[in-house]
């Protein structure tokens, strides 16, 4: 097993540069190449990297001798294909970003690789991994009495541009409810211990980008919605996303609620985004509130400042790299997150855009099944 691991780094724009940064943070692991086709995004990431070394395509980056796993962190709807090369060229573990494909006729062709994969690959769920959700996580079944209902909230900022505006369509993106929400749905299957049944949801675009225009084309992302999920188990769970809402002071609002109380996290958004006259950014919480005795206990839950500022997603990223490596390096049987636990979130997700174009329950099944072959938004 390695002791110093060495990443091959395939996408270098705001995302693949906060990992790269989080990366540099831990002990006895480098960047030893990077495909970045965008010259100003790989400039920008042999900052963070300066060892590394830039090639131009990922067949070349899987020619570097000192490579232990690979990070894939490319437009969403490249995920699919980067896997299939490694598996025909250099079968090393790798990270892939979420979500993990884009279009539901590719279910057949992730379920081939995961079949057929012989290294471990982990699916980059980040919001596990933020302080005060993982306490969240760890609480819930205790503070409960077992999840009858879960709520997520997330209110927050717009869609950020990214490197030749891919985000701003379904077609490259799998739609908001994919591209997003994918974390939630995949915390909400980790909350209630089930699987989802059916889909109900509602939802549109409303307000940001309408006045947008790319090559002629206005953006036809989705900026707003509820879902609900009914889960084999009878549990069910709502999220509720609004992309304009910035104004918030909390950006993730979770709850979940059972037969002996209720708890809560509170997630701030990005520091960066906070107003200077507002003073310091809030601190993460979490609340928990028995039904008896009655009474909310309220915690804040902290992140070490240089994690903190190393990204945007609340610390996540620096731990979810750290399990990783942990695996990379043979200290972890499994990945914490599967291609079966990123698949399904997708499934989820293409369920609620279905069910908000087509006003109508979604069954998880017209999706997951394998002669899915609609075409979502």
Known sequence: MPQQVNYGVIGCGMMGQEHLRNIALLPDTRVSAIFEPDTDMAAQALAYAPEATLVDSVDALLEIADLDCILIVSPNFRHVEQLEALAQKRALPVLVEKPLFTDPQDVERVEAFRLNYPAPVWVAMEYRYMPPIATFLSEAAEATGGVKMLTIREHRFPFLPKVGDWNRFNRNTGGTFVEKCCHFFDLMRLVIQSEPVRIMASGGQDVNHLEESYNGET??????????????????????????????????????????????????????????????????????????????????????????????????????HQGFVELVRGKREAADVSLDDGMISVIMGMAAQLSMKEHRAVEIAEIAGRNAKRTLP
């Not at 009878?234 to 950006?251: D, H, P």
């Not at 003073?279 to 993460?284: E, N």
């Open 219 to 320: 953006p036809d992302i989705f900026d707003n919605g509820y879902v609900i999920v009914d889960f084999a188990s009878g549990a069910r769970s709502v999220l509720e996303l609004c992309m304009f809402a910035e104004g918030a002071r909390y950006q993730e609002e979770i709850s979940a609620v059972g037969p002996r109380g209720k708890i809560e996290a509170l997630v701030p958004g990005p520091g960066r985004f906070w107003p200077d006259h507002l003073g310091a950014p809030p601190v993460p919480q979490v609340i928990v509130s028995p039904r008896n005795p009655k009474g909310p206990r309220a915690r804040d839950i902290p992140v070490d400042p240089t994690i903190l500022v190393a990204g945007d997603h609340n610390g996540s990223t620096f731990y979810q």
